[in-house]
């Protein structure tokens, strides 16, 4: 496997915080690691500020907008994005677009994953912050080191 790059989506505004929180959190937890690279984007073909390549592992993270927010982590593969429009993200250019220009330039889909976490017009910082952690933990074990070092497990 090539470099692993961690994209959280979003804006300083409101529940769209989501994914930039979650950057933030595992640009710390996976600072000593040469292999993998997270970032904060405004708009999901921001990636391409970076040097990804089909061999790489790219993973979205970003928050999902839904009429009840579940508290769980959904993920989801290049191939499996809600149809609906403005599933995942409202940045422009849709994440399922761009998804679908890594697609055509030959990146597998099993090397594209897209965590979101549902949340609504209502969610709190606090909310935010939980879901953030959350998040973050699950792509820790998804990348196979866990979340229970600091900065993650810690308030």
Known sequence: MGHSYLFGLGSPF?????GWRSADLLQHHFADRADITV???????????????PADLTIFMDAMLSEQAS?????????????RPQAISS??????TTVDLLLGMGFA???IRIFAFDITNTST???????????AARIC??????????PLAGG
């Open 39 to 53: 970032a904060r984007l405004s708009q999901p073909t921001d990636l391409f500020l970076y040097p990804v390549t």
């Open 141 to 150: 074990e998804t990348l196979g080191r866990p979340a229970d070092a600091d």
């Open 125 to 135: 910082a606090a909310d935010l912050d939980a879901a953030a952690r959350l998040m």
């Open 109 to 111: 889909s099993e090397q």
């Open 71 to 83: 508290g769980h982590v959904r993920q989801f593969t290049a191939r499996h994005i809600p149809d």
């Open 14 to 18: 409101g529940g769209d915080q989501l």
């Open 91 to 96: 940045h422009g250019i849709s994440l399922r």
